[in-house]
């Protein structure tokens, strides 16, 4: 039941009233306890999986401080030596000050900034639901325990319904300031979690300045919205070819049945291994009517030591005897980028002619569909 709350929900943020030229790149100074001198401070890019920029700065006399310059501004995330998690901040072409919690990095403090002052809206929203969601996992694992499924589904109704309510707040504060690229990265959170239309999303894309639309954020949203459309039910399937175990170049036009499953999973990833025996008794069961799989792995997590021979164990374990690719690269596949996966495990069904027919079906679903196409 615990869906995603936007990235930033932790973070406490104070509008500034300073009315300061504007800077050719930022500062950024930070104060701190002095008993964390000698500790580094490091900045990265927000995505920790792809990092394209770093820097650092060592606690002395309580200070830290950056400088540098950025195209537009985008997302960045600060950690402390020693310290648990991270703070999420904007960066932009402005001088910012940030009193950082030692003990809680997100509840630090910034001024300066615009964009990190419109954070603080987005923030009045998460947080509530943030709080929810800490008491609701409690009592619903409660209930879970207690073998009490009505109490699980009235919890379950009860927050889905709080959550949409935030997300409607989300996208008209979203719309009223579309000239920020925060906006953008609450957006693009919003796609990546499956939280809003399609349609709808691409309103809002569309009510952005150009200078959001042309920054990092806002071409991040434009592939996304153009790979939801692209695998959307009716759509003809995007072509792809992967490398299988031994190497050999599968390309899915090549594959095709009556009907085929795209089935993107990993070794490392539970739910997929546990939906795995189902799609074997369905394979099992109408591959010879024209039934025809093919896996896409998202194995080469950072933290598998040996991402391949987990793939290949995996594939014999669960006696998986259908067509396997992959480009052992994590959920920076191209296949994955390709369709948007953004979690696993998904699937895509597609009809003698590569058309999707359905998506994302699992267990007693997924049979009834290929029984429905089949018999």
Known sequence: MIKKILLLSGIVLVASCKNEEKTNGYTLNGTIDASLNGKTMVLRNADLNNVTFTDSSVVKDGKVSFTGSVTSPDLYVLTLEGAAGGMPIVLENETMSVT??????????????????????????????RLKNQSMGQAYMAARTAGDTAKMNAIQAEYQKIV??????????????NDAVTSAAILENLIKTK??????????????TDAVKTSRMGESINTLLNSEKATAIGSMAPEFSAPNPDGETIALKDVLGKVTIIDFWAAWCGPCRRENPNVVKVYEKYHEKGLEIIGVSLDGNPRQKDAKAEWLAAIEKDNLTWYQVSNLNYFNDP??????????????????EGKIVAKNLRGDALEAKIAELLN
């Open 335 to 352: 296949v994955a980028k390709l369709y948007n996966i953004q979690a696993i495990p998904a699937t895509f069904i597609l009809d003698s």
């Open 100 to 129: 950082f919690y030692k003990d809680s990095l997100q509840k630090s403090v910034v001024t300066g900034s615009k964009e990190n002052d419109i954070f603080k809206l987005f923030r009045d929203i998460s947080d509530p639901i």
């Open 195 to 208: 939280s809003i239309e399609t349609a709808k999303a691409q309103e809002l894309y569309d009510n952005f």
């Open 164 to 177: 949409d309510e935030g997300n409607l707040k989300n996208q008209e504060t979203i719309k009223k300031y």
